[in-house]
């Protein structure tokens, strides 16, 4: 499969302070980009999608930015809180074609 | 919202015995579904995709003979690892779509599996 994994970044962040979280991927025609939330046991969770056409979208506290030139994909996080706090993972998708996932990045919250 | 379903949510097992999970697509009809393996510390690695009534379509590496998926309804998908070793201990996760199109993917909880 693809998508390596070795060593999980980690974020620290005081909490209510905003949270960037970057993601480098991988191929230049993907189309679609997904960002999701994982807490310790669980499977992930969606949190925001953004397609190639687009280089921003808003949430609910959070904002997905794409720069196709450098094929950079960020996750920002308003007012972060305790409950953010796990590891987030950015995939790349191509049509219909599988997801491919990012390395991760653990974000904790420091009170 | 589209729920998936993933049992057991862990499970313990001898080596050289076989293991089932079940994915369930449970309001929703699951085209397709992905099976992927977490190793601690690590991203999601994909394992294999299946659609109902065709033959999965497994990864590079991974090995099709003894992880054996068999997707035989729009909503449900099982995984078996068939003579588990402790190599084969990790976090398997499902994920399901009525679309194939990424905005229509639901992931289920996940299941523990550990050989001893």
């Known amino acids: 499969g693809e998508s390596v994994g070795l060593h999980l970044p980690t974020l620290s962040v005081q909490e209510g302070d905003n949270s960037i979280i970057n993601c480098a991927y991988s191929n230049s025609a993907s189309d679609y980009f997904i960002w999701y939330k994982q807490e310790s046991g669980k499977g992930p969770q969606f949190i925001i999608d953004i397609r190639s056409n687009m280089d921003k979208r808003q949430g609910q506290r959070v904002t997905v930015l794409l720069n196709k030139t450098v094929k950079h994909l960020s996750l920002q996080i308003a007012a972060t809180q305790p409950g953010d706090s796990a590891v987030y993972f950015c995939a790349e998708g191509q049509g219909a074609q599988k997801l491919v996932f990012g390395q991760g990045t653990r974000l904790t919250i420091n009170p | 919202g589209a729920v998936v379903s993933q049992h057991p949510s862990w499970v313990i097992c001898k080596s050289g015995t076989s293991v089932k999970i079940e994915c369930r697509s449970l309001d929703f009809q699951a085209t397709t579904m992905f099976w992927y393996r977490q190793f601690p510390k690590q991203s999601l690695m994909l394992m294999a995709t299946?659609?109902?009534?065709?033959?999965?379509?497994?990864e590079q590496g991974v090995e099709k003979d003894k992880f054996l998926i068999n997707h035989a309804s729009l909503t449900l998908s099982t995984l078996t690892v068939t003579s588990a070793h402790p190599e084969d201990s990790s976090f398997y996760i499902c994920?399901?779509?009525?679309?194939?199109?990424?905005?229509?993917?639901?992931f289920g909880s996940g299941t523990r599996l550990t050989v001893v």
């Open positions: 994920s399901a779509s009525n679309s194939g199109l990424f905005y229509g993917y639901t």
């Open positions: 299946s659609n109902e009534g065709s033959k999965a379509t497994y």
